[in-house]
């Protein structure tokens, strides 16, 4: 079983479309992140979410917007796509957020503004 | 501000040990990761640490000075599989869960 399911793994689409990434995990954990990568493979928090509750929410245009419906599912919706939207989006989950939480990345999802 | 350095890219040979160096500067600590990831896949926990000291694991052992604002990650008797990006990463003391990632060293592993 895949603990942090990420869809869909490819997403093309062009300038100024609305779209959303699906994340899910199963370990039971209660927060949960995304992660933008970027083309220099700079990895950079976005958002976390503990207990279906917003605890950091990093300077990210308000096109972004997460959803948590509930403490397993963490999702991404984007608005009007820029072209330097275009990355590798990471959704991650933790048991909580003590220190040495250790996070569990998602397989990905790249995005590709066009 | 917060910085964290790490080289861009490293070689090695099979059968050696490596040590990718990481220093920085943040506004708080909780704790310093290493995380590997190879090309098109997910980043994966190495290691953890949080007190002065070396950690051990297997083939792969990581070093904090937080005095120094300084760790490594030694990895030993290297594999091709080893081949990938290693990333550092300071959970800030301000958010617990806030990863601060360095940008990644790049290790080749040569035959």
């Known amino acids: 079983d895949t603990a942090v399911s990420q869809t869909p793994k490819y997403l093309v689409t062009q300038m100024g479309n609305d779209k959303s990434i699906k994340c899910e995990q199963n370990?039971?954990?209660?927060?949960m992140y995304w992660y933008k990568q970027d083309s220099k493979k700079f990895l950079k928090i976005m958002f976390s979410?503990?207990?279906?509750?917003?605890?950091i929410n990093e300077t990210v245009p308000n096109r972004f917007s997460p959803k948590s419906p509930d403490k397993a599912h963490l999702n991404l919706h984007i608005n009007s796509l820029e072209l330097g939207d275009s990355a590798v989006y990471f959704c991650?989950?933790?048991?909580?957020?003590?220190?040495?939480?250790?996070?569990?990345f998602g397989p990905g999802t790249r995005l590709t503004v066009l | 501000g917060q910085n964290i350095d790490q080289p861009t890219e490293m070689t090695a040979t099979e059968g050696a040990i490596v040590q990718i160096n990481c220093t920085y500067q943040?506004?708080?600590?909780?704790?310093l990761f290493w995380y590997q990831q190879h090309a098109g896949e997910a980043p994966t926990f190495l290691s953890y640490?949080?007190?002065?000291g070396l950690e051990e694991k297997g083939r792969f052992s990581s070093f904090l000075s937080r005095s120094k604002g300084y760790s490594y990650l030694l990895l030993k008797e290297l594999q091709m599989k080893d081949s990938a990006s290693y990333l550092c990463a300071v959970e800030n003391g301000g958010s617990q869960g806030n990863l601060i990632f360095g940008k990644g060293t790049k290790l080749s592993v040569k035959p």
């Open positions: 640490n949080v007190l002065d």
């Open positions: 979410y503990n207990n279906k509750e917003l605890i």
């Open positions: 370990l039971g954990h209660d927060t």
């Open positions: 991650a989950s933790s048991r909580g957020t003590m220190s040495a939480d250790t996070q569990y």
């Open positions: 943040t506004s708080g600590f909780n704790g």
